[in-house]
Protein backbone atom coordinates (compact mmCIF):
# COMPACT_ATOMS: atom_id res chain seq x y z
CA UNK A 1 0.00 0.00 0.00
CA UNK A 2 1.90 3.10 -1.33
CA UNK A 3 1.89 5.97 1.17
CA UNK A 4 -0.07 9.48 1.00
CA UNK A 5 0.83 12.55 2.02
CA UNK A 6 -1.78 14.73 3.39
CA UNK A 7 -1.29 18.52 3.33
CA UNK A 8 -3.45 20.96 5.62
CA UNK A 9 -2.39 24.65 5.83
CA UNK A 10 -3.58 26.20 9.06
CA UNK A 11 -4.75 29.92 9.76
CA UNK A 12 -6.56 30.44 12.77
CA UNK A 13 -7.82 27.03 12.46
CA UNK A 14 -7.67 26.23 16.02
CA UNK A 15 -12.31 25.74 15.96
CA UNK A 16 -11.92 23.36 13.51
CA UNK A 17 -8.12 21.35 12.83
CA UNK A 18 -9.62 18.60 15.28
CA UNK A 19 -12.51 17.67 12.99
CA UNK A 20 -10.11 18.00 9.57
CA UNK A 21 -7.20 16.11 11.34
CA UNK A 22 -9.79 13.04 12.38
CA UNK A 23 -11.20 12.74 9.27
CA UNK A 24 -7.68 12.42 7.13
CA UNK A 25 -6.25 10.36 10.23
CA UNK A 26 -9.58 8.06 10.37
CA UNK A 27 -9.64 7.19 6.72
CA UNK A 28 -10.13 3.84 5.32
CA UNK A 29 -6.81 4.15 3.89
CA UNK A 30 -4.38 4.20 7.03
CA UNK A 31 -1.36 3.94 4.98
CA UNK A 32 -0.49 8.02 5.30
CA UNK A 33 0.76 11.10 6.75
CA UNK A 34 -0.90 14.01 7.38
CA UNK A 35 1.19 17.54 7.21
CA UNK A 36 -0.63 20.00 9.41
CA UNK A 37 1.55 23.45 8.61
CA UNK A 38 0.87 26.12 11.15
CA UNK A 39 1.57 29.58 9.03
CA UNK A 40 2.09 32.08 11.96
CA UNK A 41 -2.02 31.61 13.52
CA UNK A 42 -2.24 34.29 16.13
CA UNK A 43 -5.04 31.45 18.06
CA UNK A 44 -4.39 28.18 19.39
CA UNK A 45 -3.50 26.56 16.35
CA UNK A 46 -0.34 25.38 16.89
CA UNK A 47 -0.77 24.37 20.01
CA UNK A 48 -3.46 21.98 18.87
CA UNK A 49 -1.47 21.06 15.97
CA UNK A 50 1.23 19.74 18.61
CA UNK A 51 -1.56 17.50 20.42
CA UNK A 52 -2.27 16.26 17.30
CA UNK A 53 1.07 15.26 16.28
CA UNK A 54 1.78 13.84 20.01
CA UNK A 55 -1.10 11.67 19.74
CA UNK A 56 -0.14 9.84 16.31
CA UNK A 57 2.59 8.95 14.75
CA UNK A 58 1.76 9.56 11.26
CA UNK A 59 1.20 13.34 11.86
CA UNK A 60 3.80 16.74 10.98
CA UNK A 61 3.15 19.68 12.85
CA UNK A 62 5.02 22.52 11.44
CA UNK A 63 5.43 25.63 12.56
CA UNK A 64 6.63 29.04 10.12
CA UNK A 65 6.39 32.60 10.08
CA UNK A 66 3.26 34.05 8.19
CA UNK A 67 3.85 33.84 4.74
CA UNK A 68 0.30 32.99 3.02
CA UNK A 69 -1.08 29.91 2.07
CA UNK A 70 1.52 29.10 -0.81
CA UNK A 71 4.30 29.63 1.16
CA UNK A 72 2.67 27.00 3.95
CA UNK A 73 1.53 24.46 1.24
CA UNK A 74 5.45 24.67 -0.63
CA UNK A 75 6.84 24.04 3.11
CA UNK A 76 4.75 20.77 3.26
CA UNK A 77 5.41 19.43 -0.50
CA UNK A 78 8.88 20.04 0.74
CA UNK A 79 8.37 17.51 3.90
CA UNK A 80 5.95 15.46 2.52
CA UNK A 81 7.37 11.43 1.54
CA UNK A 82 4.73 10.28 0.20
CA UNK A 83 4.03 8.82 -3.65
CA UNK A 84 0.97 10.39 -3.95
CA UNK A 85 -0.38 13.82 -2.48
CA UNK A 86 -3.45 15.26 -1.35
CA UNK A 87 -4.69 18.49 -0.07
CA UNK A 88 -7.42 19.88 2.54
CA UNK A 89 -8.02 23.23 3.92
CA UNK A 90 -8.50 23.13 8.28
CA UNK A 91 -11.88 24.31 7.21
CA UNK A 92 -13.27 21.60 5.66
CA UNK A 93 -13.11 17.82 6.04
CA UNK A 94 -13.03 14.23 4.05
CA UNK A 95 -15.45 11.68 3.82
CA UNK A 96 -13.99 8.31 5.58
CA UNK A 97 -13.05 6.73 2.21
CA UNK A 98 -12.01 9.55 -0.03
CA UNK A 99 -8.27 8.76 -0.03
CA UNK A 100 -9.17 5.39 -0.72
CA UNK A 101 -11.25 6.06 -3.98
CA UNK A 102 -8.72 8.44 -5.44
CA UNK A 103 -5.63 5.88 -5.16
CA UNK A 104 -7.74 2.72 -6.20
CA UNK A 105 -8.96 5.42 -9.72
CA UNK A 106 -5.53 6.25 -9.95
CA UNK A 107 -3.83 3.04 -9.79
CA UNK A 108 -7.48 1.25 -11.86
CA UNK A 109 -6.37 3.56 -14.50
CA UNK A 110 -3.02 3.65 -14.62
CA UNK A 111 -3.19 7.74 -14.54
CA UNK A 112 -1.02 10.08 -13.07
CA UNK A 113 -3.73 12.15 -11.87
CA UNK A 114 -7.27 11.46 -10.20
CA UNK A 115 -10.32 14.19 -9.65
CA UNK A 116 -13.08 13.46 -7.08
CA UNK A 117 -16.77 14.93 -7.05
CA UNK A 118 -17.26 17.11 -4.30
CA UNK A 119 -20.06 18.21 -1.52
CA UNK A 120 -20.61 22.04 -1.04
CA UNK A 121 -21.90 23.45 2.52
CA UNK A 122 -23.14 26.54 3.22
CA UNK A 123 -25.05 27.71 6.20
CA UNK A 124 -25.60 23.76 6.86
CA UNK A 125 -26.97 22.94 3.36
CA UNK A 126 -25.07 20.14 1.54
CA UNK A 127 -25.16 19.44 -2.26
CA UNK A 128 -23.07 16.94 -4.81
CA UNK A 129 -20.54 19.32 -7.22
CA UNK A 130 -19.01 17.83 -10.07
CA UNK A 131 -18.25 19.44 -13.51
CA UNK A 132 -17.86 16.50 -15.33
CA UNK A 133 -20.94 14.08 -15.88
CA UNK A 134 -19.16 10.60 -16.46
CA UNK A 135 -16.33 8.29 -14.43
CA UNK A 136 -13.93 6.38 -16.23
CA UNK A 137 -10.33 8.57 -18.04
CA UNK A 138 -9.84 10.88 -20.23
CA UNK A 139 -6.89 12.40 -21.97
CA UNK A 140 -5.40 15.79 -21.44
CA UNK A 141 -6.92 17.08 -24.61
CA UNK A 142 -10.73 15.76 -23.97
CA UNK A 143 -10.24 17.30 -20.00
CA UNK A 144 -9.05 20.81 -21.08
CA UNK A 145 -11.71 20.46 -23.61
CA UNK A 146 -14.32 19.87 -20.32
CA UNK A 147 -12.65 22.36 -18.87
CA UNK A 148 -13.31 24.68 -21.20
CA UNK A 149 -16.17 24.41 -20.79
CA UNK A 150 -16.84 25.77 -16.98
CA UNK A 151 -12.87 27.32 -16.39
CA UNK A 152 -14.01 28.66 -13.34
CA UNK A 153 -15.45 25.60 -11.92
CA UNK A 154 -13.83 24.83 -8.04
CA UNK A 155 -13.95 21.36 -9.29
CA UNK A 156 -11.18 22.05 -12.23
CA UNK A 157 -9.22 25.19 -10.15
CA UNK A 158 -8.86 23.86 -6.65
CA UNK A 159 -6.45 21.11 -4.96
CA UNK A 160 -8.80 19.35 -2.32
CA UNK A 161 -10.60 16.76 -5.05
CA UNK A 162 -7.26 15.70 -6.76
CA UNK A 163 -4.56 12.97 -6.08
CA UNK A 164 -1.10 13.63 -7.26
CA UNK A 165 2.01 11.66 -7.70
CA UNK A 166 4.58 12.98 -5.72
CA UNK A 167 7.40 12.19 -8.02
CA UNK A 168 5.93 14.24 -11.00
CA UNK A 169 5.67 17.23 -8.35
CA UNK A 170 9.20 16.79 -7.80
CA UNK A 171 10.78 16.30 -10.97
CA UNK A 172 9.15 19.28 -12.62
CA UNK A 173 9.92 21.26 -9.70
CA UNK A 174 6.04 22.05 -9.48
CA UNK A 175 4.98 24.93 -6.58
CA UNK A 176 2.65 27.64 -5.85
CA UNK A 177 3.44 30.77 -6.84
CA UNK A 178 3.93 32.91 -3.15
CA UNK A 179 3.57 36.10 -5.28
CA UNK A 180 0.05 35.90 -6.16
CA UNK A 181 -2.72 35.21 -3.89
CA UNK A 182 -5.70 34.05 -5.99
CA UNK A 183 -5.90 30.97 -8.40
CA UNK A 184 -2.33 29.51 -6.90
CA UNK A 185 -3.86 26.53 -7.00
CA UNK A 186 -5.25 26.72 -10.58
CA UNK A 187 -1.98 27.39 -11.48
CA UNK A 188 -0.58 24.55 -9.83
CA UNK A 189 -3.04 22.33 -11.58
CA UNK A 190 -1.90 23.85 -14.88
CA UNK A 191 0.84 23.00 -14.61
CA UNK A 192 1.19 19.81 -13.18
CA UNK A 193 -1.43 18.27 -15.70
CA UNK A 194 0.63 19.58 -18.85
CA UNK A 195 2.81 16.61 -17.62
CA UNK A 196 -0.32 13.78 -17.19
CA UNK A 197 -1.39 12.28 -20.20
CA UNK A 198 -4.48 10.86 -19.10
CA UNK A 199 -6.95 11.42 -16.08
CA UNK A 200 -8.96 9.30 -14.05
CA UNK A 201 -12.58 10.44 -13.18
CA UNK A 202 -14.13 9.62 -10.27
CA UNK A 203 -18.05 10.47 -9.76
CA UNK A 204 -17.79 9.80 -5.84
CA UNK A 205 -17.74 12.85 -3.59
CA UNK A 206 -14.04 12.94 -2.00
CA UNK A 207 -14.39 16.18 -0.02
CA UNK A 208 -16.80 18.08 1.88
CA UNK A 209 -16.15 22.05 0.88
CA UNK A 210 -17.04 24.70 3.91
CA UNK A 211 -16.04 28.43 3.22
CA UNK A 212 -14.91 30.41 6.44
CA UNK A 213 -14.63 34.10 6.45
CA UNK A 214 -10.91 34.73 8.06
CA UNK A 215 -9.66 31.03 6.73
CA UNK A 216 -6.26 31.71 5.16
CA UNK A 217 -7.44 31.59 2.02
CA UNK A 218 -9.59 34.50 2.64
CA UNK A 219 -7.02 36.64 2.92
CA UNK A 220 -6.16 39.12 0.56
CA UNK A 221 -9.45 38.88 -1.41
CA UNK A 222 -11.23 41.38 -2.32
CA UNK A 223 -12.81 42.32 -5.68
CA UNK A 224 -10.07 44.38 -7.19
CA UNK A 225 -7.53 41.97 -6.21
CA UNK A 226 -9.53 39.16 -7.96
CA UNK A 227 -9.94 41.20 -11.36
CA UNK A 228 -6.16 41.91 -10.98
CA UNK A 229 -4.70 38.40 -10.42
CA UNK A 230 -7.35 37.16 -13.18
CA UNK A 231 -5.63 39.01 -15.84
CA UNK A 232 -2.53 37.46 -14.74
CA UNK A 233 -4.03 33.72 -14.55
CA UNK A 234 -5.19 34.18 -18.20
CA UNK A 235 -1.25 33.91 -19.26
CA UNK A 236 -1.38 30.68 -17.55
CA UNK A 237 -4.22 29.21 -18.46
CA UNK A 238 -3.24 30.20 -22.72
CA UNK A 239 0.05 28.62 -22.19
CA UNK A 240 -1.63 25.61 -20.96
CA UNK A 241 -3.62 25.27 -23.86
CA UNK A 242 -1.10 26.23 -26.59
CA UNK A 243 1.01 23.39 -25.19
CA UNK A 244 -2.03 20.99 -24.56
CA UNK A 245 -3.27 21.18 -28.88
CA UNK A 246 -1.31 21.48 -32.09
CA UNK A 247 -1.42 24.90 -34.02
CA UNK A 248 -4.80 24.76 -35.73
CA UNK A 249 -6.81 23.18 -32.73
CA UNK A 250 -5.54 25.67 -30.33
CA UNK A 251 -6.24 28.62 -32.83
CA UNK A 252 -9.72 27.26 -33.01
CA UNK A 253 -10.07 27.23 -29.53
CA UNK A 254 -8.41 30.75 -28.43
CA UNK A 255 -11.98 32.78 -28.30
CA UNK A 256 -13.20 29.96 -25.58
CA UNK A 257 -10.07 30.44 -24.12
CA UNK A 258 -9.99 33.85 -23.41
CA UNK A 259 -13.97 33.23 -22.15
CA UNK A 260 -12.05 32.41 -18.63
CA UNK A 261 -11.72 36.30 -18.09
CA UNK A 262 -15.75 36.44 -18.05
CA UNK A 263 -16.87 32.98 -16.69
CA UNK A 264 -18.41 32.16 -13.14
CA UNK A 265 -18.16 29.27 -10.60
CA UNK A 266 -21.16 26.76 -11.47
CA UNK A 267 -20.82 24.46 -8.52
CA UNK A 268 -19.97 27.06 -5.53
CA UNK A 269 -23.66 27.10 -4.26
CA UNK A 270 -26.08 25.04 -2.04
CA UNK A 271 -29.37 25.91 -2.33
CA UNK A 272 -31.92 24.99 0.23
CA UNK A 273 -34.86 23.02 -1.09
CA UNK A 274 -33.53 22.31 -4.54
CA UNK A 275 -33.07 18.92 -5.87
CA UNK A 276 -29.81 17.23 -4.36
CA UNK A 277 -29.23 19.35 -1.67
CA UNK A 278 -29.52 18.55 2.18
CA UNK A 279 -28.92 19.52 5.80
CA UNK A 280 -25.52 18.59 6.94
CA UNK A 281 -25.32 15.40 9.24
CA UNK A 282 -28.79 14.73 8.67
CA UNK A 283 -29.19 11.50 10.37
CA UNK A 284 -25.77 10.95 10.98
CA UNK A 285 -25.38 11.09 14.61
CA UNK A 286 -24.39 7.68 15.97
CA UNK A 287 -23.96 8.82 20.04
CA UNK A 288 -27.00 6.65 20.85
CA UNK A 289 -25.26 3.64 20.07
CA UNK A 290 -22.20 4.72 22.03
CA UNK A 291 -21.64 3.08 25.03
CA UNK A 292 -19.12 0.95 27.36
CA UNK A 293 -18.00 -3.09 25.90
CA UNK A 294 -21.12 -5.18 26.75
CA UNK A 295 -23.42 -2.68 28.26
CA UNK A 296 -24.89 -1.98 24.93
CA UNK A 297 -28.22 -3.94 23.69
CA UNK A 298 -27.77 -6.91 21.39
CA UNK A 299 -28.40 -6.11 18.15
CA UNK A 300 -25.87 -2.53 18.28
CA UNK A 301 -23.22 -4.54 16.28
CA UNK A 302 -25.85 -5.09 13.47
CA UNK A 303 -26.96 -1.90 13.81
CA UNK A 304 -23.88 -0.50 13.19
CA UNK A 305 -22.58 -2.72 10.14
CA UNK A 306 -25.73 -2.17 8.72
CA UNK A 307 -24.45 1.70 8.54
CA UNK A 308 -21.02 0.88 7.51
CA UNK A 309 -22.19 -1.07 4.31
CA UNK A 310 -24.91 1.26 3.75
CA UNK A 311 -22.36 3.88 3.99
CA UNK A 312 -20.33 2.68 1.35
CA UNK A 313 -23.11 1.07 -0.92
CA UNK A 314 -24.38 4.93 -0.71
CA UNK A 315 -20.63 5.89 -2.73
CA UNK A 316 -20.86 3.05 -4.98
CA UNK A 317 -24.60 4.63 -5.96
CA UNK A 318 -23.32 8.10 -6.20
CA UNK A 319 -20.01 6.95 -8.36
CA UNK A 320 -22.14 5.09 -10.96
CA UNK A 321 -25.31 7.89 -10.94
CA UNK A 322 -27.57 5.38 -9.01
CA UNK A 323 -29.98 6.12 -5.66
CA UNK A 324 -30.10 3.82 -2.91
CA UNK A 325 -32.61 1.33 -3.98
CA UNK A 326 -31.00 0.44 -7.18
CA UNK A 327 -27.70 -0.04 -5.87
CA UNK A 328 -29.18 -1.64 -2.98
CA UNK A 329 -30.72 -4.01 -5.20
CA UNK A 330 -28.02 -4.96 -7.06
CA UNK A 331 -25.88 -5.48 -4.49
CA UNK A 332 -27.80 -8.17 -3.17
CA UNK A 333 -28.74 -9.85 -6.12
CA UNK A 334 -25.25 -10.46 -6.67
CA UNK A 335 -24.48 -11.63 -3.55
CA UNK A 336 -27.47 -14.63 -4.19
CA UNK A 337 -25.93 -15.16 -7.26
CA UNK A 338 -29.27 -16.90 -9.11
CA UNK A 339 -32.90 -15.04 -10.35
CA UNK A 340 -34.90 -13.41 -7.22
CA UNK A 341 -38.43 -12.39 -6.84
CA UNK A 342 -39.61 -9.44 -5.74
CA UNK A 343 -41.06 -10.54 -2.79
CA UNK A 344 -37.39 -11.88 -1.88
CA UNK A 345 -35.88 -8.62 -2.53
CA UNK A 346 -38.22 -6.92 -0.37
CA UNK A 347 -37.17 -9.26 2.26
CA UNK A 348 -33.21 -8.90 2.09
CA UNK A 349 -33.11 -5.31 1.33
CA UNK A 350 -35.92 -4.36 3.97
CA UNK A 351 -37.74 -2.14 0.93
CA UNK A 352 -41.85 -2.14 0.37
CA UNK A 353 -42.77 -3.66 -2.12
CA UNK A 354 -43.31 -0.35 -4.74
CA UNK A 355 -39.87 1.06 -3.97
CA UNK A 356 -38.09 -2.73 -5.44
CA UNK A 357 -40.80 -2.65 -8.54
CA UNK A 358 -39.95 1.28 -9.22
CA UNK A 359 -36.02 0.87 -8.55
CA UNK A 360 -36.48 -2.89 -10.76
CA UNK A 361 -38.11 -0.91 -13.69
CA UNK A 362 -35.32 1.60 -14.03
CA UNK A 363 -32.25 -1.35 -13.18
CA UNK A 364 -33.60 -3.15 -16.50
CA UNK A 365 -33.91 -0.33 -18.43
CA UNK A 366 -30.84 0.33 -17.66
CA UNK A 367 -29.40 -3.10 -19.09
CA UNK A 368 -28.23 -4.15 -15.53
CA UNK A 369 -30.49 -6.59 -14.48
CA UNK A 370 -32.05 -9.36 -16.81
CA UNK A 371 -35.95 -10.18 -16.57
CA UNK A 372 -36.55 -14.47 -16.28
CA UNK A 373 -39.30 -16.12 -16.40
CA UNK A 374 -39.39 -20.00 -16.05
CA UNK A 375 -43.02 -21.84 -16.95
CA UNK A 376 -45.23 -21.79 -14.03
CA UNK A 377 -43.36 -19.56 -11.34
CA UNK A 378 -43.16 -16.01 -10.13
CA UNK A 379 -41.49 -13.64 -12.34
CA UNK A 380 -38.16 -13.01 -11.18
CA UNK A 381 -35.13 -11.03 -11.91
CA UNK A 382 -31.00 -12.03 -12.31
CA UNK A 383 -28.30 -9.41 -12.48
CA UNK A 384 -26.72 -8.27 -15.02
CA UNK A 385 -23.86 -6.16 -14.49
CA UNK A 386 -20.73 -7.70 -14.85
CA UNK A 387 -18.76 -4.47 -14.74
CA UNK A 388 -20.00 -3.90 -11.07
CA UNK A 389 -19.00 -7.39 -10.21
CA UNK A 390 -15.53 -5.91 -8.88
CA UNK A 391 -16.73 -3.04 -7.24
CA UNK A 392 -19.09 -5.07 -5.11
CA UNK A 393 -17.05 -7.19 -3.99
CA UNK A 394 -14.10 -5.22 -3.14
CA UNK A 395 -17.28 -3.69 -0.96
CA UNK A 396 -17.46 -6.71 1.13
CA UNK A 397 -13.91 -6.58 1.62
CA UNK A 398 -13.61 -3.15 2.85
CA UNK A 399 -16.25 -3.75 5.26
CA UNK A 400 -14.66 -7.01 6.85
CA UNK A 401 -11.85 -4.78 6.73
CA UNK A 402 -13.06 -2.66 9.23
CA UNK A 403 -15.33 -4.92 11.13
CA UNK A 404 -12.10 -7.83 11.77
CA UNK A 405 -9.72 -4.67 11.88
CA UNK A 406 -8.75 -6.12 15.29
CA UNK A 407 -9.15 -10.04 14.88
CA UNK A 408 -6.76 -12.80 14.09
CA UNK A 409 -7.67 -15.24 11.39
CA UNK A 410 -8.98 -17.95 13.52
CA UNK A 411 -10.94 -15.66 15.01
CA UNK A 412 -12.48 -14.38 11.58
CA UNK A 413 -12.87 -17.96 10.96
CA UNK A 414 -14.35 -19.43 14.43
CA UNK A 415 -16.83 -16.16 13.89
CA UNK A 416 -18.19 -16.79 10.72
CA UNK A 417 -19.01 -20.44 11.64
CA UNK A 418 -20.66 -19.21 14.70
CA UNK A 419 -23.17 -16.62 12.52
CA UNK A 420 -23.72 -18.85 10.29
CA UNK A 421 -24.96 -21.52 12.59
CA UNK A 422 -26.59 -18.18 14.21
CA UNK A 423 -28.79 -17.42 10.94
CA UNK A 424 -29.70 -20.87 10.34
CA UNK A 425 -31.65 -21.00 14.44
CA UNK A 426 -32.98 -17.91 13.54
CA UNK A 427 -34.32 -18.74 9.92
CA UNK A 428 -35.98 -22.31 11.30
CA UNK A 429 -37.25 -20.93 14.04
CA UNK A 430 -38.86 -17.75 11.87
CA UNK A 431 -39.41 -20.54 9.46
CA UNK A 432 -41.19 -22.57 12.05
CA UNK A 433 -43.51 -19.64 13.22
CA UNK A 434 -44.48 -18.85 10.06
CA UNK A 435 -46.07 -22.19 9.30
CA UNK A 436 -48.18 -22.41 12.24
CA UNK A 437 -49.87 -19.03 10.66
CA UNK A 438 -50.42 -20.50 7.46
Known amino acids: MEKVSVIVPVYNGDKCIKRCAESILNQDYPELELILIDDGSPDRSWEIMQTIAAADHRVKAIHQENGGVSSARNRALDEASGVY ?3 ADVDDWLPMDATKMLVREMKAHSVDLAVGDFFRVVDGNVSKKGSIETSGML ?19 VLWNKLYRRDIIEHY ?17 LEYLLHVKNIAILKAPVY ?4 TKGSLVDQSLNLSSIIKMKKSVIGYYNEFFR ?46 LSGESGTAFPVRSA ?21 EARIKLLYCMEKRNE ?75 QYRILEERIGNC ?13
Open 85 to 87: VQF
Open 303 to 323: ILETRLLGRYLETLGRKHGMD
Open 208 to 211: YYQY
Open 173 to 189: GIRMDENISYSEDMIFN
Open 139 to 157: TRQQYADEMMLAPADLYYG
Open 243 to 288: KTFDTPAYQERLPVIYGYLLAVSHDSLALPFTPGTRKLNAGTDLSA
Open 426 to 438: ILHHLQAETAKES
Open 339 to 413: PCCVESLCLLTGMGKPAVIVAMARLLADGLVKRESPLGSKERFSFQAPELTRELRQLDRDVDAVCFAEFTEEEIR
